[in-house]
């Protein structure tokens, strides 16, 4: 008995040493200009593990890699969506036209953004939207880089079916530079009448450029409700009113590693 007492106490002394499952906060403001003129915005990212929630203004979207599954959720209606994770079916070939694979090449230039050094990339691609050229500072050295590159890594293995793939360089991009050139916006299945007068109309648009910056990064553990859709929710099905659906479910664990 007392081996066993021993034995107990010295495994709960190793598992007490070992150090918690780390998450990553990045608060990022971001600056549009837009047709109708400039945007300002604010997103925040928290990552842990094989687990990411996006908050974006009044829109929150959970997206849980071992379950396979993201939430859309609208705080302001208490309501969410909840669709598998690839997406399949219609949602899967909206994604396919909207995303576009991104070449990236390193630059000569480095920058430092809250104090961390970062690498500039320039990359180039196409997708629904147009051509566009983007400018990246990637850092490696940021605190919850290895968390969040995991995260990216494990969610692009996940989609290799649906989107192309990129060669996406490691670390967090700590600040960003892009332009989308309107005029090259292609919509599958548009008849050659309308697919000519669009692009007429593309034509006179002025391209679109944002810039993004990391303002605040923490590296933290996060508590499991973090990635669940909160009590009391209602569960919306596309289409349909935020009335008479089911309420949010318990959050899932994840599979046993």
Known sequence: ????????????????????????????QQTANLQSGPRQSEQTI?????????????????????????????????????????PTGPM???????????DFKRG???????????????????SMSGDFTVTECFSTAAPGAKEFNAFQKAMAAKLKSVVPESNTPDGIPLASESTVHMNTMKLPNLPPEQAQRLQQQLAKM?????????????????????????KGFTQR?????????????????????
Request: charged share 15%.
């Open 1 to 28: 008995m007392k081996t066993i007492s021993f034995a107990a106490a010295a495994l709960s002394v190793v598992l007490s040493a070992l150090p918690a499952r780390a998450g990553v906060v990045i608060t990022q």
């Open 46 to 86: 928290m990552i842990q593990g094989n687990k990411q929630k996006m908050v974006t203004g009044e829109r929150e979207i959970i997206t849980d890699l071992d379950n396979s599954v993201m939430y859309l959720i609208d705080p302001t209606k208490s309501s969410y969506f909840q669709l598998p994770f690839p």
């Open 92 to 102: 899967a070939q909206a994604v396919a036209h909207a995303a576009g694979a991104m």
């Open 108 to 126: 000569t230039t480095t920058r430092k953004v809250l104090g961390y050094s970062c690498t500039d990339y320039t990359g180039t691609g196409q």
């Open 206 to 230: 002025k391209p679109v450029t944002t810039k993004t910056e990391v303002t605040k990064l923490e590296a933290k553990n996060l508590p499991p409700e973090t990635f669940a859709v909160p």
């Open 237 to 257: 099905t596309l289409g349909m009113p935020p009335t008479g659906q089911a309420k949010a479910p318990a959050p899932a664990p994840s599979p046993a590693k």
